[in-house]
């Protein structure tokens, strides 16, 4: 299609991994909503993550689409459909996927000369898109899947090495340099911050390459952590802009909410919404821990009992672990909360969005995952902060000790995605973070009233003249002044 002078044309590239991939694709369907031709590179696989929303948006006239590519599983020695880093990837596969996706480096970067975007967005995890699009004379703006404070601490550790200091793995240290006089334990720090591995090699091509890029963009909005958004441009030197929630403002109505990740919509009416709207308001939990995580049977065990114990109604997003006694134990488990009413469980994937803003919800059991926090700010919940991996530490700061809308459960160490880890809480401890959260004397002044502030502000955001809203429309008005000066160029006659 042929587009007219100064409107934009763009490529998004998501990662091969479902938890990136979701808020990307909202991003890339908000420019859509605003006028901006999207093409959304992905494999098939990865494609069955999404497709029903580019698909809605499609039929609603905007114009977004995608393009799909094969994996190259034959190449690099995969089953076919193996083609993202997800919680039953095998962990013996992981490095040839990441072989497959330097062989798709060639082939992304074909798409990116023939389809000649006016600009790329691409995930953090693609730090060479950069020099492809300085090839190609066109803006490369970075997706980052964390809020602002985890990438502000991460570089405060990176620069000071406060952990060093401490004697013992368990001894706490202040992060130097941050707004908020902010403590953690080693034992609590990402491996690759610990000391230097592979990832750390990474994590600094991904830091350069964020450098020479145009921006980046993050699923946060200004009064979430206005504080850490001023303080991460500082220290980064580079443009940035916070656009969330992205999955409130890409996801309007009960249609999109339910297409979003691999839900089945039929189990909807008959399942957790009746079970839901049969309970008083802000009465159940909402237990998840994110896309990537599965637990040992040991903590499944405590997990179980302690909100059998707790008195409260619940839901408890929960993945078998491939046989055995664990797998029985949650089939009695759930056969029990069935003939008790007090709790639900969903197998392997929930449609958090829709769960979420149910008025019978009254707080989350959560991992800390940055989408889920931004999702649970947004439909104005507390949290028991239970982080696990990837940047979760950082992001229990954000919602304990800065927001002060979460209790932790007291959570110790830091263990990576694909692993169980040595760490098993406890039963008693569980118990003591939900019957905070819970609790009666909570509802007047404390957590749950600021996160109800905070339900507002990220209302206000997407709104016209909110900070989300101003900040895409300010990134679009930079984007097509960029076009228009390159089309200037090209076509000013030949002194
Ligand atoms: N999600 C969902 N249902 C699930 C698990 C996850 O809808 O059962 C969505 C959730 O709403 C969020 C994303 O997947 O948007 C998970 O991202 P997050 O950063 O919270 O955690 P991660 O999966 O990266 O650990």
């Known amino acids: 299609m042929e587009k007219k002078k100064g409107e934009l044309k763009s490529i998004f590239l998501p990662f091969l991994s479902t938890s990136h991939i979701i808020p990307l694709v909202d991003m890339a369907r908000l420019f859509a909503l605003h006028d901006v031709d999207v093409t959304i590179i992905t494999t098939a696989h990865n494609a069955t993550v999404f497709q029903k929303s580019i698909d809605l948006d499609a039929s609603r006239g905007r114009p977004i689409r995608t393009h799909v590519v094969n994996f190259p599983a034959a190449q690099v020695g995969l089953p076919v459909g193996i083609e993202a880093f997800n919680v039953d990837t095998p962990r013996e596969m992981t490095p040839r996927i990441y072989m497959g996706l ?14 000649q975007p006016d600009f790329i967005v691409t995930d953090m995890f693609h730090p060479w898109s950069v020099d492809a699009a300085a090839k190609l004379g066109i803006p490369r703006i970075m997706f980052h899947g964390a809020s602002y404070l985890a990438r502000s601490a991460a570089h405060s550790v990176e620069q000071y090495a406060p952990h060093l200091e401490a004697k013992f793995d368990t001894d706490k240290f202040v992060l130097p340099g941050l ?4 403590e953690m334990t080693r034992l609590q ?3 690759w911050l610990r000391s230097p591995n592979q990832y750390t090699e990474l994590m600094r091509t991904i830091k350069q390459s964020e450098k020479k890029s145009y921006g980046s963009l993050f699923n946060s909005f200004y009064d979430l952590e206005s504080a850490y958004y001023e303080h991460y441009k500082s220290i980064m030197g580079t443009k940035s802009w916070g656009i969330g929630p992205v999955s409130l403002w890409a996801n309007q109505d009960a249609q999109d909410k339910a297409a979003r990740g691999y839900a089945k919509e039929e189990e909807e009416k008959e399942g957790w919404l009746k079970w839901l709207n049969s309970k008083a308001e802000s009465s159940v939990l909402y237990v998840s821990f994110g896309s990537m995580n599965k637990f040992p049977y040991s903590q499944l065990v405590e997990i179980a009992r302690a909100l059998e114990d707790s008195g409260h109604d619940f839901i408890w ?9 664990g797998d029985n134990f949650l089939e009695e488990f759930e056969k029990r909360m069935k003939e008790s009413n007090k ?16 008025p019978a919800i ?9 989408n889920t926090v931004v ?23 954000l919602v304990v000790d800065v927001l002060k809308i979460g209790v932790p459960v007291g959570a110790k160490e830091w263990r990576n995605w694909n692993e169980f880890g040595s760490e098993v809480v406890k039963r008693e401890e569980i118990g003591n973070a939900i019957a905070s959260l819970m609790s009666e004397e909570e509802e007047d002044g404390g957590m749950r009233k600021r996160a109800k502030e905070l339900s507002v502000a990220a209302k206000s955001a997407i709104k016209v003249g909110g900070s989300s809203h101003n900040n895409m429309k300010e990134l679009i008005r930079e984007l097509k002044e960029i076009k228009l000066s390159k089309e200037a160029q090209e076509t000013a006659p030949n002194p």
């Open 317 to 325: 997003v929960v993945r078998k672990n491939d046989g055995g006694e």
């Open 102 to 115: 330097s062989l798709l480096q060639q082939v992304f970067e074909k798409l990116f000369h023939d389809l």
């Open 362 to 370: 009254g707080g989350l059991v959560t991992h800390c995952g940055w």
């Open 375 to 397: 999702e649970s700010v947004n439909a104005g919940l507390p949290m028991a902060t239970w982080p696990l991996f990837a940047e979760h530490f950082f992001n229990e700061k």
């Open 343 to 358: 709790g639900y469980l969903i197998w392997g994937w929930a449609p958090q969005l829709l769960i979420l803003e149910n």
């Open 189 to 191: 720090l990402p491996d």
């Open 179 to 182: 707004p908020d006089n902010l």
